[in-house]
């Protein structure tokens, strides 16, 4: 069975520090991998994917993602955050089944902005 | 741009009620899904829907939750006889293929069992 570890319930980061999410997963073939972001009362938007091909996958909102297949993982990151980016961010893994491709969510990351 | 739509946003019911929570996916999208967050807890998958018919759904999924696609273009999931646990908020998606195609997800109906 597929799952997805973020091992970060919290991060804080001052405005225009970098910040990195961590996200590991367990799939036993390649995985569909994604970051989805939710701000308050709104819902989830993504903000890239992964399923083959360059290791080093560029998403919106100047936020990029590296699939280590060796370690598991695909952390997210952004070199200089904005106050908007305060928000809880979600990492998930897609199996395409027979007919269905659902997504198994990590537990999130809130993201607070010190400014 | 296109988005999926979700209504009502908040619904409070009594234990035992039956709920219908609507969706309008966006248009020419293909395979539908519902999924649920308690509060602090995952984004969870509920089921998953192609061709008028279920086509994945999880151990969650049981026989109180059903859903509709009942006129082309709304997919309802309905909860026949609702209980505490079933509060949560619930997210309908949708998405134009499998595999690496996105999910788009609608804003959510926080559902409130009393």
């Known amino acids: 069975a597929q799952s997805v570890t973020q091992p970060d319930i919290h991060i804080t980061v001052s405005e225009g520090a970098s910040l990195e999410l961590r996200c590991n997963y367990s799939?036993?073939?390649?995985?569909?991998l994604f970051w989805y972001v939710q701000s308050p009362g709104q819902g989830l938007q993504l903000l890239l994917k992964?399923?083959?091909?360059?290791?080093l996958v560029q998403g919106i909102k100047g936020f990029e993602a590296e699939f280590k297949r060796s370690q598991s993982s695909f952390n997210l990151r952004k070199p200089s955050v904005h106050w908007s980016d305060a928000a809880e961010y979600f990492c998930?893994?897609?199996?395409?089944?027979?007919?269905?491709?659902?997504?198994?969510f990590g537990g999130g990351t809130r993201v607070l902005v010190k400014p | 741009e296109p988005e999926v739509t979700q209504t009502p946003s908040h619904q409070v019911t009594q234990m035992g009620q039956e709920v219908i929570l609507r969706c309008v996916p966006i248009?020419?999208?293909?395979?539908f899904y519902w999924y649920r967050q308690i509060l602090g807890q995952k984004v969870e998958f509920l089921v998953s829907?192609?061709?008028?018919?279920?086509?994945?759904k999880s151990e969650i999924f049981d026989d109180q939750f059903s859903v509709e696609r009942p006129d082309g273009s709304n997919f309802t999931l309905k909860i026949r006889s609702t209980k505490l646990e079933d509060s949560a908020m619930y997210f309908c998606?949708?998405?134009?293929?499998?595999?690496?195609?996105?999910?788009?997800f609608g804003p959510g109906t926080r559902l409130t069992v009393l």
């Open positions: 998606a949708s998405s134009a293929g499998l595999g690496g195609n996105e999910q788009f």
């Open positions: 248009s020419n999208h293909l395979y």
């Open positions: 992964y399923f083959s091909g360059d290791t």
């Open positions: 829907f192609y061709n008028n018919e279920i086509s994945e």
């Open positions: 799939y036993g073939a390649t995985p569909y």
């Open positions: 998930a893994v897609g199996a395409q089944g027979a007919a269905g491709n659902k997504l198994t």
